[in-house]
């Protein structure tokens, strides 16, 4: 059956994106996600890696990964997932092995210089990686030696993808400028201050189109102007090549840090300084969501190549894994999953939010969630709703004597699972509080003209934090007002969950 264009706008306005769970594992910024067609890979500041299974979201035994001496930059898996490539400012890409864990091969990029990007060829036969000191390195990755190392700007290499058939590749750097190579690192092409003030991500949709003279691929590049743009990269022959801009999205306020492509090429991601995550549809560029469950940059942002799930990263050290569905059958898809449940209300605890939960709540919510030989621990220590929020791996480890690593860590995951579930993860964004990401009991309006919980901004105020929470400007007072209309909508929309 042929779909048109405006039917395939319909379908892709359609879909629902829910968060189903929040990773925090990492002790620094996130800079990377990338999965596999089973696995998820996050990297960070912190010189790790850490590895998930997409099944349910665990952490695998053996992560995290730590073979890099500083901060991570950059992840990518080969095609299959056997795989799994790695570059950090310690000027290493190293491969590891994802049935072991183990390295087994560390490239070190020539002249030493930090490495900030990597790409794999579409089949697995090259390896690209870009540096600090504006120098390209490509490897052949059977035979693990160098193939041929380039400088190919004064600035700072932040971006590196082959196209979808292998035979060129892209780089996006801090001087702003794009341009594609062939794999002799013949330059093809120069799309000159394609972003001003600096590229900071590039990505291929998978798909291309083949015409009688020419091949066209879709590329998505984003940069520190605030833009996400998707241009045609067109090659005639082979040595002549040319970028059109087809469009440029402002769908996000402040610089954007990473983007890309659906594995069906109709979705498009991005992540911003502003903490947003947007998802566009990529064939007209239509914004369909802005999502605001960051709390801070967004610094990562990925598709599974076979699963509909999405992830991303950020400053604030997590990774926030989304389901991307129909809205007719997302809610009950989603269920499957041992760390979502949105949508659901548990027995034993019907209220909304967790903070509200007494200790008989909590109880009937370990014994659903298969945790029963918690129960006379968390009994004996008087674990309630607000002291359940606040568990963290050293309670566990000091206060509550549970000794297990896996079971805390189990412990924690489906937390972190409950606070999405039942703070308001369907609700309407404006309903949350900025600060607590809970649905608001008592808004109130600050001087900034943003509505909180009254209870977290009067905390936040009274903590000596004379700037917005939202803006980080100055607060011209510290007086609140009532929101008595949010109030009251928020009140309907409660009492029909």
């Known amino acids: 059956m042929l779909i048109t264009g405006k ?32 696995l998820l890979a996050t990297c960070s500041g912190d010189k790790t890696i850490r590895i998930y299974n997409t099944n349910d979201f665990s952490e695998l035994p053996f992560s995290p990964l730590s073979g890099h001496r500083y901060g991570v930059h950059c992840c990518s898996f080969s095609v299959c997932g056997t795989y799994l490539f790695t570059c950090s400012t310690d000027a290493l890409t190293i491969i590891w092995s994802m049935a072991t864990g183990e390295v087994t091969t560390k490239f070190e990029h020539p002249g030493g210089s930090p490495v900030r990007v990597c790409s794999l060829s579409p089949d697995s036969s090259l390896l690209l990686s870009g540096a600090s000191d504006g120098t390209l390195a490509l490897w052949d990755f059977h035979s693990k030696k160098l193939r041929k190392s380039k400088t190919v700007t004064e600035a700072t290499v932040m971006a590196c993808c082959f196209t979808p058939c292998g035979q060129m590749f892209v780089t996006g750097c801090t001087s702003g400028d794009i341009k594609v190579w062939d794999l002799d690192m013949k330059q093809l092409y120069a799309e000159r201050d394609a972003h001003d003030m600096g590229v900071t991500c590039c990505h291929f949709a998978p798909q291309f189109h083949i015409d009688f003279s020419s091949v066209e691929f879709r590329l998505a590049s984003c940069g520190q102007d605030s833009q996400l743009k998707v241009w045609i990269v067109s090659q005639h022959g082979a040595t002549a090549c040319e970028m059109k801009l087809l469009h440029t999205l402002t769908g996000q306020s402040a610089p954007v840090l990473s983007c890309a492509f659906s594995s069906d090429g ?17 064939s007209d560029g239509v914004l369909l969501h802005t999502l605001k469950r960051h709390e801070s940059f967004v610094t990562a942002c990925a598709f599974s190549p076979t699963l509909p799930w999405m992830a991303t990263g950020s400053m604030d050290k997590k990774v926030n894994v989304w389901r991307i569905a129909d809205r007719d059958s997302g809610q009950a898809q989603s269920r499957n999953l041992s760390c979502q449940g949105a949508g659901r209300k548990l027995s034993g605890h019907s209220r909304l939010l967790v903070s509200d939960w007494s200790e008989e709540d909590v109880l009937a919510w370990l014994s659903e969630e298969g945790l029963e030989e918690l129960v006379t621990t968390f009994t004996t220590n008087n674990i309630d709703g607000p002291e359940l929020l606040c568990l963290t791996k050293e309670t566990l480890s000091s206060e509550l004597s549970i000794e297990s690593v896996g079971l805390r860590g189990k412990v924690l995951r489906k937390v972190e699972a409950l606070k999405a579930e039942l703070t308001g993860l369907d609700a309407p964004d404006e309903f949350l509080c900025p600060i607590t990401r809970e649905v608001m009991k008592d808004p109130v309006i600050a001087a900034d003209g943003y509505s909180y919980e009254r209870e977290a901004i009067e905390s936040w105020i009274s903590a000596k934090n004379r700037s917005s929470p939202m803006t980080n400007l100055p607060l011209p007072t ?12 928020i009140g309907r929309w409660t009492a029909t969950q």
């Open 266 to 282: 109709e979705l498009l991601v991005s992540g911003s300084v502003d903490k947003t995550v947007t998802v566009y549809n990529a």
């Open 7 to 38: 039917e395939r706008k319909s379908i892709y306005c359609d879909k629902m994106v829910s968060l189903i769970c929040t990773l925090q594992d990492h002790r620094d910024e996130v800079n990377w996600c990338a999965f596999s067609p089973t």
């Open 478 to 489: 510290t007086l609140i007002m009532p929101n008595r209309s949010l109030k009251t909508a």
